[in-house]
């Protein structure tokens, strides 16, 4: 992390790569922000911890883009949401109310209604990171802090582990027909959707104008061969390996955020 330094990085994490956002948060300060759509962050509760303390130890602000079926605990008004808020007054959650847990990288773009909030989920991440990334960073308000820290330490310890266990979202199965072909890509296709990627930006003004036109825009996962660092997708046995289906007009909203052409 201590090539990190100085950098200004800020992090996006669907599902469980929101576990991973709270975490890197809460060991490096240098994360300007996080976007976290159809949060996961609960899966602290399988690891032997608690969602109460990773999210009193997050140290950054935060954008929540819970589905209609996600946990109340990342909407408007949920603990999650207002235990962050109170440290760092622009965590935000903004609720897609047609869209299931998953709908970002797995929903189907020939939907209307899934396009159209895949570009609005786009929109709300580009100017969440430009604010965070472009401005001075968001200082942590100290009283505030240590209310959430205490308020937080107590619930925790009012309860027993196994009460505080969060269900994953309960997904309904797809039917699909033996001889459909869907068109599939690597779940590495998706810069942030195998868990989490650490984001850097460049200023175009950095660069030389043919070098802008001619670079190719990486996104680098900074975790993955970190000593020690825990393989998630094995951990949790979850789908974070299979080939999604591929979303065409999501991959080029996400092109354009990362080489900072969307605004």
Same mark, same amino acid.
């Given at each position: 992390?201590?090539a @990190? %330094?100085?950098?200004?990085?800020?992090m996006v994490g669907?599902?469980w790569?929101?576990?991973?956002v709270f975490?890197a948060s809460?060991?490096f300060?240098?994360? $300007?922000?996080?976007v976290?759509?159809?949060?996961s962050?609960?899966?602290?509760?399988m690891?032997?911890?608690?969602l109460?303390?990773?999210? *009193?130890?997050?140290r950054?602000?935060?954008?929540?883009m819970?589905?209609?079926s996600d @946990?109340?605990t990342?909407k408007?008004?949920?603990?999650?949401v207002?235990?962050?808020?109170?440290?760092?007054p622009?965590?935000?959650?903004e609720?897609?109310k047609?869209?299931?847990h998953?709908?970002l990288l797995?929903?189907?773009?020939?939907? @209307? #209604?899934?396009? %159209?909030?895949?570009?609005?989920?786009?929109? &709300?991440?580009? #100017?969440y990171l430009e #604010?965070h990334?472009?401005?001075?960073?968001? #200082?942590?308000?100290p *009283?505030?802090?240590?209310?959430a820290?205490?308020?937080t330490a107590a619930?925790?310890?009012?309860?027993?582990?196994?009460a505080r %266990?969060?269900?994953?979202?309960?997904q309904?199965?797809e039917?699909s027909?033996p001889?459909?072909?869907?068109d $599939?890509?690597?779940?590495t296709?998706?810069?942030s959707g195998?868990a989490?990627? @650490?984001v850097?930006v460049?200023?175009?003004s950095a660069l030389?104008?043919?070098?802008a036109?001619?670079?190719?825009?990486?996104?680098?996962?900074?975790?993955?061969?970190?000593?020690?660092?825990?393989?998630v997708?094995? &951990?949790?046995? $979850?789908?974070?390996?299979?080939?999604?289906?591929?979303?065409p007009e999501?991959?080029?909203?996400?092109? %354009? &955020?990362?080489?900072?052409?969307?605004g």
């Amino acid at each position: 992390m201590d090539a @990190l %330094q100085g950098k200004r990085l800020a992090m996006v994490g669907p599902c469980w790569g929101g576990w991973a956002v709270f975490r890197a948060s809460a060991v490096f300060d240098g994360i $300007r922000c996080g976007v976290v759509p159809h949060p996961s962050c609960h899966v602290e509760d399988m690891l032997g911890g608690s969602l109460e303390e990773i999210t *009193a130890a997050v140290r950054c602000p935060i954008l929540f883009m819970p589905a209609a079926s996600d @946990l109340d605990t990342y909407k408007p008004g949920g603990s999650s949401v207002e235990v962050i808020k109170a440290r760092f007054p622009s965590t935000a959650s903004e609720v897609f109310k047609d869209m299931s847990h998953g709908w970002l990288l797995h929903g189907s773009a020939d939907d @209307l #209604q899934i396009r %159209q909030d895949l570009k609005r989920a786009v929109d &709300l991440m580009t #100017q969440y990171l430009e #604010q965070h990334l472009q401005e001075p960073q968001e #200082q942590q308000q100290p *009283a505030a802090a240590a209310a959430a820290a205490a308020a937080t330490a107590a619930t925790a310890a009012a309860q027993p582990a196994v009460a505080r %266990q969060h269900p994953l979202p309960s997904q309904p199965e797809e039917e699909s027909s033996p001889d459909e072909e869907i068109d $599939r890509v690597p779940a590495t296709a998706f810069p942030s959707g195998v868990a989490v990627s @650490l984001v850097e930006v460049v200023q175009p003004s950095a660069l030389g104008s043919s070098e802008a036109e001619e670079t190719t825009p990486t996104v680098t996962n900074h975790f993955g061969d970190a000593p020690g660092a825990v393989d998630v997708g094995e &951990l949790l046995d $979850r789908d974070a390996r299979t080939p999604a289906p591929r979303v065409p007009e999501f991959e080029f909203w996400l092109h %354009q &955020l990362f080489s900072g052409r969307c605004g």
